[in-house]
């Protein structure tokens, strides 16, 4: 939640506690209105959305509570932008998925797999060395 949210909301102690507050709701998630803390918490707000990016800058507006991953909150956190609540609170490990359209795009065996991602880490690489070389001209 963003950091000043507390300045017009009571504290968040519990699981439970979540159910006094405005919780966005991801529509991704398979209980809906659920939110995999613990044995799962029942929550609701004025907020459905089907972006983690959308619903971080509400919440960095302090428009209300959202559970997201770590990967999109890190940041954010570190800046002191938001703030973690129920920190200690079980919850699950997400896991993130590569999807492609078909199996014609997939390298047949790991050799060529792992030759593909270094080509590619070597364009990339070099666009890079590229671009920051332009910056200082």
């Known amino acids: 939640m963003g950091s ?28 809906k209105n659920i939110w995999p803390i613990e044995d799962g918490v029942a929550v609701q707000g004025t907020l459905r959305v089907n972006n983690t990016m959308f619903m971080m800058e509400a919440i960095k507006r302090g428009q209300g509570i959202g559970f997201i991953p770590d990967f999109v909150c890190r940041e954010a956190l570190e800046k002191g932008e938001i703030i973690e609540v129920l920190g200690n609170s079980k919850k699950p490990n997400l896991t993130l998925y590569a999807l492609y359209p078909a199996r014609h795009f997939v390298p047949t065996n790991r050799d060529q797999t792992a030759k593909a991602f270094l080509d590619k880490r070597r364009i990339f690489e070099k666009t890079m060395q590229l671009f920051h070389q332009s910056e200082h001209q």
């Open 4 to 31: 000043d949210y507390f300045n017009d909301h009571t504290a968040i102690n519990l699981p439970r506690d979540l159910k006094c507050h405005n919780c966005f709701v991801y529509s991704y998630f398979l209980g």
